[in-house]
């Protein structure tokens, strides 16, 4: 069964850029890789998603190498809101077999 | 659109009562899953649907936990009877897709069983 690794927590200052990696090293060939932010007494929200290389959207880019193994999520010029629980989900979009979630990141971004 | 609706926001009750937790998913989405998430134990996949059919349930805890979908608009999550260490926050989600594709969370239920 594959599985997701991630740090347990991360500081960082507002304005800097964010990094956060995911090792999940027994990825199947059908599965995409999806990150999702909680804030306190929320639910998970959906950030972005990619399957290999690069994917970048308004808020976030996930960079994801040609082993697929890893995936980073990037946040870039944080603020005080980004302070949140950061989840990545390993799984095929097409089938509900074999979700495989993280544990969180949780992220505290200082003044 | 409403997004995915629980019912109760909040639920505080004796250990050994029944307990009922209530899902509307996201309309057009076939998928369904409930979670639940403590500090402990962090996120836990209990049980999803697809098409109204259950899935895989292997994430379901014991014999106490039960969930159905009688139909697409609606699904429930019971526990019978409920123990202290079944209080925890608990989400629903649902999907156009499988749950790799974007999931959208409900606002949980705070379940406190005393």
């Known amino acids: 069964l594959a599985k997701t690794t991630q740090p347990i927590s991360m500081d960082s200052y507002e304005g800097q850029e964010v990094n956060i990696t995911c090792s999940h090293n027994?990825?199947?060939?059908?599965?995409?890789i999806t990150w999702y932010q909680q804030f306190p007494s929320q639910g998970p929200r959906f950030i972005i998603q990619?399957?290999?290389?690069?994917v970048t959207n308004e808020v976030a880019s996930l960079f994801i190498p040609a082993d697929r193994k890893s995936s980073t999520l990037s946040l870039p010029r944080v603020s005080l809101s980004d302070t949140a629980v950061y989840y990545c989900?390993?799984?095929?979009?097409?089938?509900?077999?074999?979700?495989?979630w993280g544990a969180g990141t949780k992220l505290i971004i200082k003044p | 659109d409403a997004g995915v609706i629980q019912s109760p926001r909040h639920e505080v009750t004796e250990m050994g009562q029944e307990v009922t937790l209530r899902c509307k998913p996201i309309?057009?989405?076939?998928?369904l899953f409930w979670y639940r998430q403590t500090m402990m134990r962090g996120l836990e996949l209990l049980i999803y649907?697809?098409?109204?059919?259950?899935?895989?349930d292997s994430g379901m805890p014991e014999d106490r936990f039960s969930a159905k979908m009688p139909n697409a608009s609606f699904s429930t999550l019971k526990i019978q009877p409920s123990e202290p260490r079944d209080s925890a926050v608990y989400f629903c989600?649902?999907?156009?897709?499988?749950?790799?594709?974007?999931?959208?969370f409900g606002p949980g239920t705070r379940l406190t069983v005393t």
């Open positions: 990619g399957y290999k290389t690069k």
């Open positions: 027994n990825i199947a060939t059908n599965d995409y």
């Open positions: 309309s057009g989405h076939n998928s």
């Open positions: 989600a649902s999907s156009r897709s499988g749950g790799g594709g974007e999931q959208y």
């Open positions: 649907f697809n098409n109204n059919v259950p899935i895989d």
């Open positions: 989900l390993v799984g095929d979009t097409d089938s509900n077999y074999q979700l495989i």
